[in-house]
C-alpha cells in the first residue's frame, strides 16, 4: 500500500507542479497582455498630443503670415501714399511755375 500511496503523491506533485507552471504562464500572459494594452494606450495618447502639436504649429505659422501680410500691406500703402503725394507736390510745382 505505501508504493500505491507513493506514486499516488508522485502523482499528485506532477499534477500540482503543472498547475504551477500554467499557473505562472497565466501570470506571464495576463502581464504581458495588460503591458500591450497600455502600451497602445500610451501610443494613442502620444498621437493625439502630436496631432494637437502640429495643429498649433500650422495655426501659429498661419498667424505669422498674416501678420507678415499685414505688415506688408501697410507698407505698400504708405509707399503708394508717398507716390500719390510726391505726384502732387511735383504737379503743385509745375502748375506754380507756369503761373
Do not use: P, W
Amino acid at each position: 500500500m505505501s508504493e500505491n500511496n507513493d506514486s499516488e503523491i508522485k502523482r499528485f506533485a506532477s499534477l500540482f507542479s503543472r498547475i504551477n507552471r500554467l499557473n505562472c504562464f497565466f501570470l506571464v500572459y495576463n502581464c504581458l497582455v495588460s503591458t500591450q494594452a497600455a502600451a497602445q494606450k500610451l501610443d494613442a495618447d502620444e498621437a493625439a498630443f502630436q496631432a494637437n502639436l502640429r495643429k498649433e504649429t500650422i495655426s501659429r505659422a498661419q498667424q505669422l503670415l498674416a501678420d507678415e501680410s499685414d505688415a506688408m500691406k501697410r507698407i505698400k500703402s504708405k509707399i503708394l501714399l508717398a507716390d500719390v503725394m510726391e505726384v502732387g507736390d511735383t504737379t503743385r510745382h509745375r502748375h506754380a511755375n507756369l503761373d
